[in-house]
């Protein structure tokens, strides 16, 4: 099924959003199953296996959003400065990408058991070492490994929770794996930030590393995960190549080059551990991205058109991000703002991009819209290390907002594009 950024999405593979289960049901139906197929909610959704999948993330996810804009700050304070800190995500994030585009034959090789016990170790056990890292270049050897793990990890979450979850429920399921991926999104970042401000960086890098090993253990006993498929599909190049997949893919790309600037260099603007803080606007950030995240997936599934949440998205973080060069009351409206606008557009990129590959292709797709969240996090904690050093923080954040008010412009071509 193909569509515009205005028609419904059918079906995702990635935890980080919500499908209807009646959808879902329909879907499958008129696909593969029979019209004897259980009724919704005839399965429960909080099986062994699903639990453990959203305990691994839940702790996962801990550790990455923990150490997320902690690292950076670090590597700034041990003399690398803005392009250091700049460094450091980018490093992550390149890795990540890296590992992202070989998931797909991983999986085929190892199976998502073995993956995700991998990715989680590559992303937890690594962080110890930022304990005797002195310089950058230690630090971001460090930061290389746990890249490739967290890229690792974002696949296979989601797409071993919909091999796993009753089918007509997937969506419910998917739902709760959001939650488990989010709320460390809320507290996280200013805990790490808070931690480091009241005593120093040894306790986060610690935490970072430590609660991790849990979801190690919960991957392990996950004894009813699928077994290898060998059968080859189709690649993450070849994904690239269509049209109707780039456009989302750049659109959501720029809302996290965004994103990717934020979180790195926020806290070297406003430093501290009080309200009026990054440590302060970033806990609004996450409590407004959960929020909005889980608004949009459940609007979608109500009126069967997420992509009419794209524009409003694109507006709410550009205001967002331009406010956040501010102090006091503005700075906690802009991380509101940009929160919002992030939460939206990522549930509705990503339903955008499972209506526009086929079912066998939903891993692919995961892969593509994961790939436009890191790659572009990468590349704003980068490229806006040198624009920062040229000139200033406050420009940098009005850059970003320029930069999403142009990508309405993918908008309307989409639409004609497939029009036509």
């Known amino acids: 099924m193909r569509g515009g950024f205005g028609v419904s999405a059918h079906l995702r593979v990635s935890g980080k959003a919500g499908l209807s289960r009646v959808k879902l049901a329909a879907v499958e139906k008129g696909r593969s199953e029979s019209p004897g197929s259980e009724s919704p909610g005839s399965d429960s959704l909080f099986t062994p296996a699903i639990l453990l999948i959203t305990g691994a993330a839940f702790a996962s996810m801990f550790g990455f959003q923990m150490l997320l804009s902690v690292v950076p700050l670090y590597a700034s304070e041990v003399g690398g400065g803005s392009m250091g800190a700049g460094f450091t995500t980018a490093a992550f994030m390149g890795t990540t990408v890296l590992a992202q585009i070989q998931m797909p034959r991983?999986?085929?090789r190892f199976g998502y058991r073995s993956s995700l016990a991998a990715g989680i170790a590559l992303l937890g056990v690594p962080a110890f070492l930022y304990v005797l890292s002195e310089s950058v270049a230690s630090i971001l050897a460090?930061?290389?490994?746990?890249?490739?793990?967290?890229?690792?990890?974002?696949?296979?979450?989601?797409?071993?929770?919909?091999?796993?979850?009753?089918?007509?429920?997937?969506?419910?399921a998917l739902g709760l794996l959001g939650i488990s991926i989010t709320v460390p999104t809320i507290f996280c970042n200013a805990l790490g930030l808070w931690l480091v401000a009241n005593y120093g960086f040894g306790i986060v890098f610690v935490l970072g590393a430590a609660v991790p090993l849990l979801g190690v253990v919960s991957a392990l006993a996950i004894s009813s995960a699928p077994e290898p498929n060998r059968e080859r599909g189709a690649g993450f190049f070849a994904g690239l190549s269509r049209g109707p997949l780039l456009r989302v893919m750049l659109l959501f790309c720029s809302m996290t080059i965004a994103a990717g600037m934020v979180l790195t260099f926020l806290p070297l603007t406003n430093p501290g551990s009080g309200l009026f803080s990054a440590t302060g606007?970033?806990?609004?950030?996450?409590?407004?991205?959960?929020?909005?995240?889980w608004w949009a997936g459940r609007y979608a599934d109500r009126s069967g058109n997420p992509g009419i949440l794209l524009p409003p998205g694109l507006v709410s973080a550009?205001?967002?991000?331009?406010?956040?060069?501010?102090?006091?009351?503005?700075?906690?409206?802009?991380?509101?703002?940009f929160g919002a606008g992030f939460g939206l557009l990522q549930n509705s990129t990503l339903l955008l991009t499972m209506e526009r590959v086929s079912k066998k292709e939903y891993g692919l797709g995961s892969t593509l819209w994961n790939v436009a969240f890191d790659l572009g996090t990468g590349?704003?904690?980068?490229?806006?290390?040198?624009?920062?050093?040229?000139?200033?923080?406050?420009?940098?954040?009005?850059?970003?907002?320029?930069?999403?008010?142009?990508?309405?412009?993918?908008?309307?071509?989409?639409?004609?594009?497939?029009?036509?």
Do not use: Q
């Not at 296979?156 to 007509?168: I, K, S, T, W």
């Not at 550009?318 to 703002?337: E, F, K, P, T, Y």
């Open 318 to 337: 550009a205001v967002g991000v331009a406010a956040l060069s501010g102090d006091g009351v503005i700075l906690l409206l802009g991380a509101l703002l």
């Open 281 to 293: 606007a970033l806990l609004f950030f996450g409590i407004s991205v959960t929020v909005f995240r």
């Open 379 to 420: 590349l704003g904690a980068l490229v806006f290390g040198f624009v920062i050093s040229a000139t200033g923080f406050t420009a940098a954040f009005y850059m970003c907002a320029a930069l999403l008010v142009a990508t309405l412009i993918i908008i309307p071509l989409d639409r004609r594009r497939l029009a036509g």
């Open 142 to 172: 460090v930061t290389l490994v746990r890249g490739v793990g967290f890229g690792v990890v974002t696949v296979v979450f989601a797409a071993l929770l919909a091999e796993l979850a009753p089918p007509e429920r997937r969506g419910e």
């Open 106 to 108: 991983i999986l085929r």
